[in-house]
């Protein structure tokens, strides 16, 4: 584990921020710097790439004849770091506090790479099974050349059994095997009112501006409870599993006095029920702002798609309740954005038994429950449409604390640990499923 913990600092030094063209040389030596790791312990390493696209690294290990194959899935690349201010260190240069380990891509997911690392080096040259590596490169920026990867490299890549180490636990000292994800829809919604900016106190009061209706627009989207109000889109129902909601209170930072979203139980809002949100708006900045009334407004709206829905359709409801809800005849125009399916798995047989005992003993008999995600792994449904007849494991390093995506992402190195001893004990596990 020293080793790895130096391996997986020097990684997050490297600024891969695949969606900053300025950047892009970093995600290059984040890939070659991936590469070296599993060079240096045997592998036979390769960079591929699809046009247009960030550079994926396939390392592969045979195991004894006849033994399965086991692929390991992680990506180099990691989101912006957003304000440094609201960082407590640097965000590319690890930092321990409190038995965590701070930095941009500690958790998502370079920890991956680092736990698939730990895992083949436990079993140095006696693997159990064949492992193929496959580190992605444009995760972040929503893998839009991994299905032509996936599809040129095919037979690189068919295995029997695909580990996704890119998910959460359910709680610090509580493992978990995520069995169901939402789909992600986005799209950019435009109200206009006026042809150019008029005086706000001469025509206020009789003119619209764009602003306001895009405001009244917005609000539509949920009732006065905060369920979803788009007509048509899927809910279901989750697991019996209790998430107090004081912890998730805790674990989500929400201030003193702030009410719940929505009515259900608190996973099924979570993970299988669609979730809304404005995650951008365009206006007229507050400093720079004059008594005028505005004319057009933008604004970003991300829908999660639940499980058992289809994000085409989704988006469509989506759009259509957009435009059927446009206040006092607003102009009002909606721009598709990204797509990403929704995903659930039938979580039985051998290989999800194999991981079941290898989390059990990693964790000192503390038995993995079976979670959804209200976040979306689009990927994983081309995965599963590229190799149906693989056994998908999604497991992660993350917990309810780590703050993907936002400040002060932080690994459980504790946890961490327990996940690259339960991944080992799953390679020997999966050496049962002979071909």
């Known amino acids: 584990m020293p080793q790895v913990r130096k391996d997986l600092e020097a990684l997050v030094r490297i600024q891969s921020v695949s969606a900053d063209p300025s950047r892009f040389a970093e995600v290059r030596r984040s890939a070659e710097a991936t590469a070296a790791l599993f060079h240096d312990e045997g592998f036979e390493v390769q960079t591929i790439t699809a046009e247009g696209g960030q550079p994926a690294i396939v390392a592969r290990k045979p195991g004894p004849p006849g033994s399965p194959t086991v692929l390991l899935y992680a990506h180099h690349d990691v989101q912006p770091e957003g304000d440094q201010a609201a960082w407590d260190s640097d965000p590319f240069e690890p930092t321990e506090r409190a038995g965590r380990f701070f930095a941009r891509g500690a958790a998502d997911d370079k920890a991956g790479i680092a736990a698939h690392l730990a895992a083949v080096r436990a079993h140095g040259d006696d693997l159990p099974v064949t492992v193929t590596v496959f580190v992605e490169g444009e995760e972040e920026v929503g893998s839009a050349t991994l299905d032509t990867l996936l599809a040129e490299n095919h037979e690189l890549l068919r295995s029997d059994v695909i580990v996704i180490a890119d998910s959460t636990n359910w709680a610090i000292g509580q493992p978990a095997l995520t069995t169901s994800l939402r789909g992600l829809v986005d799209c950019v919604v435009e109200v206009r009112t006026l042809q150019h900016g008029v005086h706000s ?67 099924d809002r979570l993970w299988t029920k669609p979730a809304i949100a404005v995650i951008g708006l365009d206006a007229t900045r507050v400093d720079e702002a004059s008594n005028t009334l505005i004319p057009a407004a933008r604004a970003k709206v991300s829908l999660r798609v639940a499980p058992g829905d289809e994000s085409g359709s989704a988006l469509k409801r989506l759009r259509e309740h957009l435009t059927n809800h446009a206040p006092w005849g607003a102009t009002v125009s909606v721009e598709p954005g990204e797509i990403g399916q929704p995903f659930a798995i039938d979580a039985q047989g051998p290989a999800y038994d194999a991981a079941r005992e290898a989390f059990r003993e990693a964790w000192d008999g503390t038995a993995p429950v079976d979670i959804g995600v209200g976040g979306s792994i689009p990927f994983i449904a081309a995965f599963a449409e590229r190799f149906p007849e693989a056994a998908i494991l999604v497991t992660g390093v993350e917990d309810p604390d780590t703050r993907a995506h936002g400040a002060n992402e932080g690994l459980h190195l504790a946890e961490f640990e327990r996940v690259c001893l339960a991944e080992a004990l799953l390679l020997a596990k999966l050496a049962s499923l002979r071909r």
């Open 201 to 267: 106190g001469m025509w206020g009061g009789v003119v619209p501006d764009a602003l306001t209706a895009l405001v009244r627009l917005l609000a539509t989207m949920h009732d006065d409870e905060g369920n979803v109000a788009v007509v048509g889109l899927t809910s279901g129902r989750s697991s019996s599993l209790d998430y107090p909601e004081m912890s998730l209170r805790e674990d989500a930072g929400i201030l003193d006095g702030v009410e719940l979203f929505g009515s259900g139980s608190l996973v």
